[in-house]
Structure formats: C-alpha cells, structure tokens
C-alpha cells in the first residue's frame, strides 16, 4: 500500500529556513514524479512544486527562488528545502503522489512567525 511520511515542518521566525522529507514507501518511487502541496487555514490546497522521475522541477511562483524540491531516490524520499520564509508560507505542508488518483501524506505543520 502507499505510504507517504512527512516530516521536518516546525515554528521559525521570518526569514528562517526548513527543510521538509517526505519518505515514501509502497510505490515505484524513482519511475513517478513527486510533489509538495501546502493548505492554509481557510484556503484551498496549491502546488508548491513537483519533481520529476528524470529531475525536472516546476514552482508555484510563490516558491520560486526561494525553495528547492528534490529527490534521493535510494532513500525513496523527496525534500523540499525552504529558505527566506514568510508568515504567508504557514501552511500544512502536503507530500504528493498521483497515479491517476492522488496519494497524500498526513501533513507536517510549517509555522513562520512574524
């Protein structure tokens, strides 16, 4: 079965930097593209950015120059590497899989303190 295990959120202050994992197990990891969703409170869920099985990477332009997606696929896990945070960046954060029908984790919690 599909599992997909977030980690790495937390409490940072404007300006800081995450990195958020997400370990995925139950699927053919290094042949599938990836992605890291975010929801905030009273909002729907947005694409931050997808990865590729061969590395290529796209950003919501909110995402843009400032975190990096990526993927070790011998640890079957991808990450997503936050720098220069905003308090609009708190949000749940959200591992994707979609093989025709989409594979969530259960979120990990990305809180930026003005």
């Known amino acids: 079965q599909v599992q997909l295990v977030e980690s790495g959120g937390g409490l940072v202050q404007t300006g800081g930097s995450l990195r958020l994992s997400c370990a995925a197990s139950?699927?053919?990891?290094?042949?599938?593209?990836m992605g890291w969703y975010r929801q905030a409170p009273g909002k729907q869920r947005e694409l931050v950015a997808t990865?590729?099985?061969?590395?290529?990477?796209n950003y919501a332009d909110s995402a843009k120059g400032r975190f990096t997606i990526s993927r070790d696929n011998a640890k079957n896990t991808v990450y997503l590497q936050m720098n220069s945070l905003k308090p609009e960046d708190t949000a749940v954060y959200y591992c994707n899989y979609n093989a025709n029908i989409d594979f969530w984790g259960q979120g990990t919690q990305v809180t930026v303190s003005s």
């Open positions: 990865i590729t099985s061969t590395g290529s990477t």
């Open positions: 139950g699927i053919m990891f290094s042949a599938n593209a």
